[in-house]
């Protein structure tokens, strides 16, 4: 072939590779946008599903209680279970005010607790902290023998046990730290009339291991002394469900033990009943579990993950921390005042310097972390829970055993690792039912900071990138943007403006950024072609027209102000338009900006991105929907992007 010829073969040839690129990355789009849709239909489905039946059964909805499912009773017959006219009823009265020393049930822990009173084999899906405990210790409480509950984790069973000592009511354990001596006891307590124990804790490992504890169970039953069997973490027996409490650490041995052996319960000890719990867990793990455990037909309860008590809202951080200060100050002055709450911030570092900063402005707060000498940690804890210090200024060390009722407001110092963690950390603000304030600071260096803290977790950046998702956006009620991750249809109505989103209305419009992208990513390119990384605050300078001079000229910059600019880079990651690019050393991980997987779409003329962005502050006649933004900017305006009302 002629040498001319060969050049224009070679050079159709990269064009077609380069559109098939295109069109393959296309493909993916596509697909991705299908499996959206999927999920969206399905969830709609089950949205139609739920309101047919309660249309059917005329009025008796079990709003606000959550959901229910299984084979074995409609909504109207569970309904029933709401009630107090039991024979046990005025027993379980008595209990729960007179030993636990509670004035009335949480939701669904009455239904609860009638049905497991009943016989019926239960799932109780709960988020965390909402009583799951009390629905099998009060039963406990009020049945004859006793009630076993299998635990995963040794120091949850000791937490456990601890509580129900000091409102007196007996329990025991076996777990492979049990003296022989102890064990003995227990094992004989089991078929004593005179049980010394209303709860036997016990480890699945137990069950698994120890012949004699079987055969012991068997004795009790005979003799009618099990009264339920309770399994906590109900989850971890489902290879699928060990994703779900990061924060509880259930280690794989524990799932693999979990996951065989307890079906022995049911099938040898069919007429108890048996409660599983859990925190989070998707329909698909749970019929998992069943199968697993051997339940028939277990009724389902999931309690809505929905806390309608509390606020939540996005600000945008100060990238000036000295400033950031100031926000978070003056916010507390302002609106909490004499009232309880928690910073959370990132690092240890952070929450000694937060907490003096705040206490130079005059704020009664106080630094938690784990690297605190344990007397000082349970000083602050103490001082805190008792009113006497308003503030702490917490790791997420803060957590586990925090139980204040009368918190009024969580503030995010930095953004949590992931959405789940931010239900859980936020979830410590109004336990007590009233009104609460759950207030993010939403700031742009933080993500790529968390970013390389989890880069070795499996799914790390994925979650972090939920938890970016979730501050982002301006145009979804919020909770519906966490309803997803809890596995729940969310109706936006029932936020009754309890997020800024919902509060602000359609305060937001939808911006053309095609010009913006293609802008930076010819940022990084170039880098790159220079043999050059740059971290996400480069870039940021660069387009801002900050970076070496000689750069400048080969670079498109920008006017468009710094929020501004970092929420489009944000965009542009969360979009895969960018990607991160790590690099370790043996002190640090680094966090540099690649391109994306779909980078190479902006090559194609009609592709367009667009990104919402809140109106608040806007020039509505510079930038119109749809528009592109690039000349004139978007808004020099900060507040563009401000989510304070
Ligand atoms: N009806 C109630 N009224 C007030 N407080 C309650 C009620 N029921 C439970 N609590 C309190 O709620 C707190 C959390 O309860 P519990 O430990 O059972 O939560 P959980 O649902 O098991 O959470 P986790 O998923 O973290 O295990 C406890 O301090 C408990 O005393
Ligand atoms: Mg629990
Ligand atoms: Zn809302």
């Known amino acids: 072939m002629h040498v001319a010829n060969i050049i224009k073969v070679q050079a ?5 590779e380069a559109e098939l690129e295109v069109v393959e990355l296309q493909i993916a789009e596509l697909l991705e946008k299908q499996a959206e849709l999927t999920s969206r239909k399905k969830r709609l489905l089950r949205k139609l599903e739920d309101a047919c039946e309660s249309a059917q059964t005329a009025g008796s909805s079990s709003a606000g209680s959550g959901s229910l499912s299984g084979p074995v009773m409609t909504k109207q017959e569970l309904l029933r ?3 107090a006219d039991f024979p046990w009823s005025k027993e379980l009265e008595q209990n729960l005010k007179n030993t636990f020393q509670l004035s009335k049930f949480r939701p669904l822990q009455q239904k609860a607790v009638n049905l497991s009173m009943s016989g019926k084999d239960l799932f109780l899906v709960m988020p965390t902290g909402r009583g799951k405990s009390l629905c099998y210790q009060l039963p406990a409480v009020c049945s004859e023998g006793f009630t076993l509950v299998v635990t995963p984790l040794v120091s949850l069973m000791e937490d456990q046990l601890m509580y129900l000592k000091s409102i007196h009511v007996e329990a025991a354990t076996l777990n ?44 009790a039953y005979n003799a009618g002394r099990l009264s339920r069997i309770a399994v906590d973490e109900v989850h971890c027996c489902s290879q699928w469900g060990h994703d779900f409490r990061p924060d509880k650490k259930v280690t794989p041995i524990h799932q693999s033990k979990y996951n065989p052996l307890l079906g022995i319960l049911k099938r040898q000890f ?21 199968k697993i455990l051997c339940v028939p037909e277990p009724i389902t309860l999931t309690a809505s993950f929905n806390r309608t008590n509390l606020y939540y809202e996005v600000r945008f951080k100060n990238s000036n921390s000295e400033e950031s200060i100031g926000d978070i100050a003056s916010l507390i002055e302002e609106r909490y005042q004499g009232q309880s709450g928690i910073v959370y911030v990132f690092s240890q570092k952070d929450a000694d310097s937060v907490s003096e900063d705040l206490q130079k402005k005059g704020i009664n707060a106080y630094p938690y972390h784990a690297n605190m000498a344990p007397e000082d940690k349970s000083r602050v804890h103490r001082k805190w829970s008792t009113n006497k210090i308003q503030v702490v200024v ?37 336990r007590d039912d009233q009104p609460a304030d759950c207030i993010v600071y939403f700031g742009f260096n933080d993500i790529f900071r968390i970013s390389t803290m989890v880069v ?56 053309d950024v095609t010009q913006h992208a293609k802008d930076v990513v010819q940022i990084v390119e170039l880098a790159s072609s220079l043999d050059e990384k740059l971290t996400p605050l480069k870039v940021t300078e660069a387009w801002m027209g900050k970076g070496p001079a000689k750069r400048r000229k080969m670079i498109q910059t920008t006017i468009l ?22 690099s370790f050393t043996p002190y640090t991980t680094y966090f540099y900006l690649k391109l994306g997987r779909k980078a190479s779409l902006l090559k194609n003329q009609s592709h367009s991105v667009t990104m919402k962005m809140r109106k608040t502050g806007l020039d509505a006649n510079v930038v119109s929907t749809k528009q592109p933004a690039a000349s004139t900017g978007i808004s020099s305006n900060e507040r563009a992007l401000d989510s304070s009302p």
Not at 417 to 430: D, F, M, V, W
Not at 476 to 497: P, Y
Not at 574 to 582: I, N, R, T, V, W
């Open 456 to 511: 070795m977790e499996n799914v790390g950046q994925k979650k972090l990138l939920t938890m970016v998702e979730y501050c982002q956006n301006v145009d979804r009620c919020r909770r519906s943007v966490m309803a997803v991750h809890f596995d729940e249809v969310w109706d936006d109505e029932g936020c009754n403006e309890m997020c800024d989103v919902c509060r602000h209305g359609n305060d937001y419009i939808t911006v």
């Open 394 to 430: 917490a790791t997420v060390a803060f957590g586990m055993g925090i139980d204040k009722s009368d918190v009024r407001f969580v503030i995010h110092h930095t953004i949590s690792k992931s959405i789940e963690n931010y239900y859980q950390e936020s979830g410590r603000a109004g």
């Open 81 to 83: 279970y709401e009630n």
């Open 270 to 290: 069919p007429k108890v009943p048996l409660l599983g719990l859990t925190a989070t867990a998707t329909s698909s793990v749970l019929k998992d579990c069943q």
């Open 561 to 582: 102000s710094r929020l501004e600019v970092e929420a489009i880079i944000t965009h542009l990651l969360l979009q895969g338009y960018l990607s991160e690019d790590f």
């Open 12 to 16: 159709e040839l990269d064009s077609v």
């Open 176 to 219: 492979a730290s049990s003296t022989k001596e102890h064990a003995k006891m227990v094992l004989a307590g089991m078929t004593d009339t005179k049980a010394p124990f209303k709860l036997l804790y016990v480890t699945p490992e137990k069950i698994a291991k120890s012949k004699l504890l079987m055969s012991r169970l068997e004795k």
